[in-house]
């Protein structure tokens, strides 16, 4: 069910992505909300499919996307072993797991976008990209954390309702 | 028969007599004070009385007009958010109408190329890429590296083709190279996307006199582009003694933050110059 979920679910966020997130930067860094859902999902406890969503989303990704195939995979699946390694961790600080994960898997991502353009012979500037792109990325990210946890958190209760002890 | 001197006509006769009498008087005013004394608690008792029928008879028949009420207000207030739909499409619809006209008339003003109108759905997903999806593609005759433009100039070109979608390359892209000229000194030049979103030129030689709000067309050199599509204007010039090419930054007269409709040049054919460049010689 999780599974089937997270295709309309992801279609739709690299939908919005696209259409509106990418269209309001802080200077020229964007935030990236399938990212945030894919990291929100793998901090649910009960929730088993995050290394689905991880795949589902880096593939919807790159569709639109002129990056090289993979690299939203890599970084999504990054995102999620980080993830499940502070789930078993700092389980009873779960927004603090998940600005670390958002942070994480930010530069994740960055770091790798900009070793595939590297290497495909389209490299950027470092201290540029920095200041004008991986930064206001993060800021925008970190801000979108928290509704997205909520969103997603209230996603996986529906889906994996908490067990009642009789 | 009525007889004159009969007690009943006696009293007739002073009855009417009083009557005249009082009628005379109330005509003359002395009869005022005495009808004020009499009307007045009365017409504050049937004040009285009036204030709270209207209350009561209000009290009664207020649920109904309640509900009148609140049906009006409700199809009143779904009229209103009809009509405020209404004049917002109507006002995205003016706005596009004005960029089709602008667009139409840069293509009577050009009427050697061929275009293929697209609307902006998108961006890349990556913020380290300057590209544009657009809702149009190999369908429609889109083919990689042809160029796309707007009524204000050269805005890229096609990098990638989808039955129904293509990937536009802008002018912004750190990856962007193209040949251009600059029309008053002549000189000719390679212009450059930067990460910053910003245009800059180089490869200016430094005997040209190249001056601050020069036009920056493209030269056609390379065969990506065709010639004389403008790209902006030269915003400052950086001259080196040392160096070997003078370099300068351009201002886009393209807005690509607005990007909403773009022109595709479908009849012209990037020219792929790859086999004839030089090979390092083996030796």
Redesign the interface.
């Known amino acids: 069910m999780a599974v089937l979920l997270a295709f309309p679910l992801l279609g739709g966020l690299v939908m919005v992505q696209s259409a509106i997130v990418s269209r309001i930067p802080i200077l020229h860094g964007t935030a990236d909300v399938v990212l945030l859902a894919v990291a929100a999902w793998a901090l649910q406890p009960r929730v088993t499919a995050h290394w689905h969503w991880a795949v589902i989303g880096g593939v919807l990704m790159t569709l639109p996307s002129a990056l090289p195939f993979g690299v939203f995979l890599a970084a999504y699946l990054l995102t999620v072993f980080l993830a499940d390694l502070l789930r078993r961790r700092v389980w009873r600080v779960p927004m603090m797991a998940m600005f670390l994960v958002v942070f994480c898997g930010t530069l994740f991502s960055h770091g790798l976008s900009l070793l595939a353009l590297w290497l495909t012979g389209m490299p950027r500037p470092l201290l540029d990209s920095l200041n004008l792109v991986t930064l206001p990325s993060l800021v925008l990210n970190i801000l979108l954390a928290v509704p997205m946890s909520v969103l997603i958190g209230d996603l996986a209760r529906w889906l994996y309702p908490p067990e009642i002890e009789v | 028969m009525l007889k004159f001197n009969s007690p009943r006509s006696i009293l007739i006769a002073v009855a009417a007599l009083l009557a005249v009498g009082l009628i005379f008087m109330a005509l003359s005013g002395y009869l005022t004070p005495i009808s004020r004394l009499l009307l007045d608690p009365l017409v504050t008792a049937q004040g009285w009385l009036s204030t709270r029928y209207l209350a009561i008879q209000d009290f009664v028949t207020a649920p109904a007009d309640l509900a009148r009420l609140r049906q009006r207000n409700a199809e009143l207030e779904a009229e209103n958010a009809r009509l405020q739909a209404q004049v917002i499409e109507l006002q995205q619809q003016l706005a596009e109408d004005r960029v089709l006209s602008a667009l139409l008339d840069y293509v009577r003003a050009n009427p050697q190329n061929q275009y293929v109108t697209a609307s902006v759905?998108?961006?890349?997903?990556?913020?380290?890429?300057q590209?544009v999806?657009i809702n149009r593609g190999s369908d429609h005759g889109l083919r990689r590296g042809m160029p796309v433009v707007t009524q204000q100039g050269l805005v890229g070109r096609v990098?990638?083709v989808a039955p129904a979608a293509a990937?536009v390359?802008l002018l912004t892209d750190?990856?962007t190279r193209v040949n251009v000229r600059l029309q008053q000194s002549g000189a000719d030049a390679v212009l450059l996307g930067?990460?910053?979103?910003e245009l800059s030129l180089d490869m200016i030689p430094q005997s040209s006199a190249v001056q601050v709000g020069e036009l920056v067309l493209t030269s056609g050199l390379g065969g990506d582009y065709p010639e004389n599509l403008l790209i902006g204007q030269v915003s400052g010039v950086r001259r080196l003694e040392a160096a070997l090419f003078q370099t300068a930054s351009v201002q886009p007269v393209v807005d690509f933050?607005q990007l909403r409709i773009v022109l595709v040049i479908v009849n012209f054919r990037p020219v792929d110059i790859t086999p004839l460049l030089p090979t390092p010689s083996v030796p």
């Open positions: 759905i998108g961006r890349d997903t990556s913020p380290f890429l590209y999806i990098a990638a990937r390359q750190a990856a930067q990460v910053t979103g933050k």
